[in-house]
């Protein structure tokens, strides 16, 4: 039996040595270490044996089994190489072969416009918040002064959230005035950027979700003059050193005095056009100075302190920048439209 098992070791390496693929290996393994292979009969074989042979031809017989069994992890691996090397050899490349420049996005519109427009307000000392979207009814109506059944609400219908009472998607910014005096205190400056939602039936000009940007200045002495002053550089700063800007009064119920905000058209610089109507003027923004209910609601005693507020659509202004006819592009996320900016 001794000599059966150096038999099936050299037997084994001329049959590894012809293998040229892994049927050819299984065939071989098949033969060897199967239920019915070499191997196996031999190890059946053994039980005839007396204890002291067994024990003997044991050990030989397991010496044997591993050397098969390295063989076999050798021959595997030869293969897997060499499979390797085919697929490689089909799939060569040439490395100093210049590359491909892959497709790389960019900023959206909106946040060109945003991120412009913070820069500016930075450098003139204003902080930027934000707050939450899902926003209670009371920071987002009443603390700015539209309490329940006030008709402003009808102005900014919303959503609802199933569940979550007395919670809705903000519909302004302004929701952040509030928040911001109860944390910060006056003397306050801040701009808030964020998406706003309302229920809208969506057109050219009109989309359940859009962006905007409140600014607040709380501080003692402010008057309407210092809030101009901002509006004009802002405008100023996206429509060129030219621009100018209209205040006419109108009705907001966070601010008193309100106005609503217009610039001069920058396509017919004053001169009437299709865009401004005829009129040379574009509505961007509405400001006023702070009701004193809201101030209150801050935390901040409006016999020591004013302030200003005003509001920006910011989606408006992308799309008075960059000339959009449609407001629905925005959202739409059409590579074919954003690739323009």
Known sequence: MRSELEQI??????????????DALEKVRVEFLGRKGKMGELMRQMAGLADEERKLIG?????VKQSVEAGFAKAESDIS??????????????????????????????????????????????????????????????????PPNHPARDMQDTFYIDGRPGEVMRTHTSSIQVRAMREYGAPLRMIAPGR????????????????????????????????????EAVAKHLYGPATEVR??????????????????????????CRLCKHTGWLEVFGAGMIHPNVLKEGGVDPKEYSGFAFGFGL???V???????????????????????
């Open 9 to 22: 070791k050299s037997d084994l390496v001329a049959a590894l040595n012809n293998v040229v693929d892994r």
């Open 196 to 231: 706003c939602f309302r229920n809208e039936a969506t057109d050219v000009r009109h989309e359940h979700t859009f962006h905007q940007i409140e600014g607040v200045v709380v501080d003692k002495g402010i008057n309407f003059g210092h809030l101009k002053g901002v509006l």
């Open 59 to 63: 050990q030989l017989a397991n010496e």
């Open 247 to 272: 205040l006419r009064p109108k009705f907001y119920p966070f601010v008193e005095p309100g106005v609503n905000g217009e610039v001069t058209c920058f396509i017919c610089k004053g001169d009437g």
């Open 81 to 146: 190489r060499a499979e390797a090397g085919a697929v490689a050899e089909k799939e060569w490349i040439d490395v100093s072969e210049p590359g491909v420049a892959p497709n790389e996005g960019h900023l959206h519109p909106v946040t060109r416009i945003k991120e412009s427009i913070e820069d500016l307000f930075t450098s003139m000392g204003f902080s930027v918040l934000d707050g939450p979207e899902l926003e209670s009814d009371f920071y987002n109506f009443t603390a700015v002064n539209v």
């Open 319 to 341: 799309m008075l920048k960059y000339g959009i006819d449609d407001i629905r592009w925005l959202q739409s996320g059409d590579t074919r439209f954003l690739s323009q900016f």
């Open 315 to 317: 989606t408006r202004l």
